[in-house]
């Protein structure tokens, strides 16, 4: 009878979470996200570390907390060894480490693009894990990648951006736009009234199954910038259509590659995870593709889609059952493959 409770870290980016899991179920998942980038219109590293420092004991303190444990009940500390923000990364890998060496047990080290995808393993009813082998496609902020999953810890990557992410296309369109940051939520809601069709705009030649964001925002910008020429209202005029426009060509652009990597593998499970997989026009093109194309798609519970230590607990506790654990001498690693 085993009774595993792992406790996971996460800081690569902006948000410092903490997560106590017990058998592969969730008992908390703490995140002190950082509204201190808002004002930058995006994330700046160096205030990321000091924000991480800052919330990282608390955090933690919270998360065991929550769990109804004591830290003497953890069986080993899970932490993100990367990829991200060098500055971020330390903050949460010497914590680990010393806690896990406080507490005299096992320390383990953990790729946050392989957790984005085990996040799916997390114990939750009414969600449905995907059978091996299958598709995972990882949409965020910081990443766009497609991966083959044939086991828990045998990914291969076959296809990712090969510039910006495709959070950061809704977000840097966004911007040309003059919404908020992050945008990808307001287009999102903007969308739903605008029409998709009226504006189109072009869609990269990228080879294989690798993507480009950069030329649609570029695209956008110089298309703005002449419309606005001759109607300084353009913008404020027609916002909702340009919003569905924009969202219309980024879910056409996942859309086609998937339909290519599903061809190509012969794989037709398609597991999404990342904060743009909130968007509910990918959503409605994922389930409508099950009819169209055959695939099955699946996609967890939104806490565990965005940044967030469940998916590093998790990712933990599979590696524990593995007896798979790090040295202290381990190192963050900033630019951490699959
Ligand atoms: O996973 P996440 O919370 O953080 C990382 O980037 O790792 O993802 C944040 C990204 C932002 O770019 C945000 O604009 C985008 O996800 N996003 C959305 C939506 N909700 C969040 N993009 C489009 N539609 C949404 N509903
Ligand atoms: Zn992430």
Redesign the pocket.
């Known amino acids: 009878e085993q009774n595993i409770f792992i406790l996971g870290i996460e800081s690569?980016?902006?948000?410092t979470s903490a997560s106590v899991i017990h058998n592969g179920r969730v008992l908390s998942n703490v995140v002190a996200s950082q509204k201190i980038h808002e004002e930058y219109g995006g994330v700046v590293p160096e205030l990321a570390s000091r924000a991480h420092q800052q919330n990282i004991v608390p955090v933690v303190h919270q998360a065991i907390k929550k769990a109804g444990i004591t830290k003497g009940q953890l069986n080993a500390v899970a932490f993100t060894r990367g990829p991200g923000l060098m500055g971020s990364l330390l903050v949460g890998t010497s914590f680990a480490k010393s806690l896990a060496y406080g507490l005299n047990i096992p320390l383990i080290d953990v790729n946050h693009m392989q957790a984005h995808i085990l996040a799916h393993f997390i114990e939750e009813d009414g969600f449905e894990k995907p059978p091996f082998p299958f598709l995972a496609m990882t949409?965020?902020?910081?990443?766009t990648q497609i991966v083959r999953v044939d086991d828990y810890f045998e990914m291969t990557v076959i296809g990712e951006t090969i510039d910006d992410?495709?959070?950061?296309a809704?977000?840097k369109s966004?911007k040309i736009l003059g919404l908020g940051y992050?945008?990808?939520?307001e287009?999102?809601?903007r969308s739903k009234l605008g029409n998709p069709k009226a504006f189109p705009f072009p869609k990269p030649k990228v080879g294989e199954l690798n993507f480009s964001f950069s030329g649609l925002k570029t695209a956008i910008l110089y298309f703005i910038q002449k419309e606005e020429k001759a109607n300084p209202n353009f913008v404020a005029e027609n916002l909702n259509d340009i919003c569905a426009s924009i969202?219309y060509t980024i879910i056409g652009i996942l859309i086609d590659k998937l339909k290519k990597a599903t061809k190509e593998t012969g794989i037709k499970h398609i597991a999404i995870g990342?904060?743009?997989s909130?968007?509910?026009?990918?959503r409605k093109a994922l389930k409508d593709g099950e009819q169209k194309f055959g695939w099955t798609t699946y996609i967890p519970k939104f806490e565990y889609?965005?940044?967030n230590a469940g998916m590093i607990a998790i990712v933990g506790y599979l590696k524990y059952l593995e007896g798979d654990f790090a040295e202290q001498d381990v190192m963050a690693s900033a630019r951490l493959k699959i």
Do not use: L, M, R, Y
């Open positions: 690569s980016c902006d948000d949409i965020s902020g910081g990443h992410a495709v959070g950061e809704f977000d966004g992050p945008a990808g939520p287009i999102d809601k969202q990342g904060g743009v909130a968007n509910s026009g990918i889609t965005t940044d």
